[in-house]
């Protein structure tokens, strides 16, 4: 935030949060994430109300294609990004989503390996 703050007149282009809220969405059966659940959404609202600065964008995390690129975790992971936003008060230097983060996903996969990479009976949406 002091450097943020010190420097009104550069810009600067922010990713918050790497990974947890996807992960909350692909790992909701698993109890470590249940248990850390309410941190990582205050902690992100948290994040977007104090970055809320005119000199800040912000972009949320949204994992990628592997984690949320399944029919089965379209919605559950908007539902989870528009939470964190509003939990933050919809603050106007949110600019989007950031995908391709802190994991990543490919952009293509030669056909000899993408059964590697699907699971029977699920779409998943690459891109």
Same mark, same amino acid.
């Given at each position: 935030? +002091?450097?943020?703050?010190?420097?009104?007149?550069? !810009?600067? !282009?922010? &990713?918050?949060?790497?990974?947890?809220?996807p992960n909350l969405v692909t790992n909701?059966?698993? +109890? +470590?994430?249940?248990?850390?659940?309410? =941190?990582?959404?205050? *902690? &992100?609202?948290? !994040?977007?109300?104090?970055?809320?600065?005119?000199? &800040? /964008?912000?972009?949320?995390?949204? =994992?990628?294609?592997? #984690?949320? =690129? #399944?029919?089965?975790?379209?919605?559950? *992971?908007?539902?989870?990004?528009?939470?964190?936003?509003k939990a933050a008060g919809s603050p106007?230097? /949110?600019? *989007?989503?950031?995908?391709?983060v802190a994991g990543w996903n490919q #952009? #293509?996969?030669?056909?000899?390996?993408?059964?590697?990479?699907?699971?029977?009976?699920?779409?998943?949406?690459? *891109?």
């Amino acid at each position: 935030m +002091t450097i943020l703050k010190a420097h009104p007149n550069t !810009a600067f !282009a922010l &990713v918050i949060e790497p990974d947890s809220l996807p992960n909350l969405v692909t790992n909701s059966d698993l +109890t +470590t994430c249940q248990n850390s659940a309410a =941190g990582y959404r205050d *902690g &992100v609202a948290y !994040a977007l109300k104090q970055l809320n600065l005119p000199n &800040v /964008v912000m972009y949320i995390d949204a =994992g990628h294609g592997g #984690w949320l =690129g #399944w029919d089965a975790n379209l919605k559950p *992971g908007a539902q989870e990004l528009a939470k964190a936003y509003k939990a933050a008060g919809s603050p106007k230097q /949110v600019r *989007g989503i950031a995908t391709n983060v802190a994991g990543w996903n490919q #952009w #293509w996969v030669p056909p000899c390996l993408f059964p590697l990479f699907s699971t029977p009976g699920s779409r998943r949406r690459d *891109g």
